[in-house]
């Protein structure tokens, strides 16, 4: 736990505490092993912002401290009632052209190889609060 203290003026003090979970004490993560297909649900309701995981899970491999091995396939599956699109890059930034499903019907899938190592994100472009990262190594 990191308890700071900063003064935000006219005698004001702010206390924040933070409690800092342990991510980075396992300095080799593992790749997941001998898994090669992945999937990804686009949930029911995933276009309404208060659904809590419009992608799930949200983080692939949802163990912070494994990766997806390198020539592997993930496939997103449209669970939902409307369209939705898996598009590589940030909504602030826009696509960086890595992958993009295009428009997903529901009912739909759409599979992506990833033969590289990285931090891919994606999002939908229809509904840009939805987002995601696939980590691969």
Known sequence: MIILMLG?????SLIITLNVFNF???????????????DIRIS???SDPRTPMPYNPRLLPADFNQYVPVGSTVT???????????TS?????GPDFNFD??????GQSYQVPFPNAGYFKYYCTVHPFMNGVVRVR
Do not use: C, K, M, R
């Open 8 to 12: 935000i003026g006219s005698g004001i």
């Open 24 to 38: 980075v004490s396992n300095t080799n993560p593992t790749v997941a092993s001998g898994q090669t297909t992945y």
């Open 44 to 46: 029911p309701g995933a």
């Open 76 to 86: 997103w599956h449209n669970d939902d009632q409307t369209f939705h699109t898996v």
């Open 89 to 93: 890059g940030e909504p602030s930034t």
């Open 101 to 106: 499903s295009g428009i997903l019907p529901p």
